[in-house]
């Protein structure tokens, strides 16, 4: 896939890219092919059209939030040091690797996966979780699967059950508090050799 020649020479800074992110030559060398294969035009950045090439993001409900989670507001592309660095978060968290407790959390770690899951939910990035933002990502997700009724059923149920302040909203620490059983690490992880 992408450039046969890939090697790790033609790869800016990715000893550093590999230490912030844990990934392995092997997969640094497969993610820089990935990234060439999507910059079609070799500009050396992606703009959120360049991700329509992944079918898995094309078919998901909520793959345009997906994509959006790569570019900050008001950035229109990603070039590959940060494209690396927000895959990194779907790596599976490997247990035997040391922590530095004097370095910040891993980028993969279960705090950094929830915080990335609840960015998808607060549309309007005010650091809360309505009922209104919940309903329009289930309708993206759920649509024509479930009635109108049951989905604002479901939207109710996981305030009542989650909102510890009764403020009709989702904080991140109530979303995180809700999701304590959730094996996180499986659910948002990407395999990246196959």
């Known amino acids: 896939m992408g450039l046969i020649n890939s090697t790790l020479s033609n790869i800016p800074n990715v000893e550093d890219l590999m230490r912030e992110t844990g990934f392995s030559p092997a997969h640094m060398v497969r993610l820089y092919d990935r990234f060439a294969f999507l910059d079609k035009e070799r500009r050396g950045h992606l703009s959120p059209q360049d991700f329509g090439a992944v079918k898995e993001l094309a078919m998901n409900p909520i793959g345009d939030r997906i994509i959006g989670s790569f570019f900050s507001p008001g950035q229109e592309t990603v070039d590959f040091s940060s494209f690396v660095r927000i895959l990194?978060?779907?790596?599976?968290?490997?247990?035997?690797?040391?922590?530095?407790?004097?370095?910040?959390e891993p980028?993969?770690?279960?705090?950094?996966?929830?915080?990335f899951a609840f960015q998808l939910y607060d549309l309007d990035r005010d650091g809360k979780i309505s009922r209104a933002e919940l309903l329009q990502v289930l309708r993206a997700m759920l649509g024509i699967q479930v009635t109108e009724e049951q989905l604002e059923s479901i939207a109710d149920r996981a305030i009542q059950e989650a909102d510890l302040d009764k403020d009709d909203a989702l904080s991140f620490e109530e979303f995180r508090k809700s999701l304590e059983k959730v094996n996180i690490d499986h659910k948002m992880s990407i395999r990246f050799l196959r």
């Open 107 to 115: 980028v993969n770690s279960r705090t950094s996966k929830l915080k």
């Open 88 to 104: 990194a978060r779907f790596r599976p968290v490997d247990e035997n690797r040391p922590r530095d407790p004097n370095q910040p």
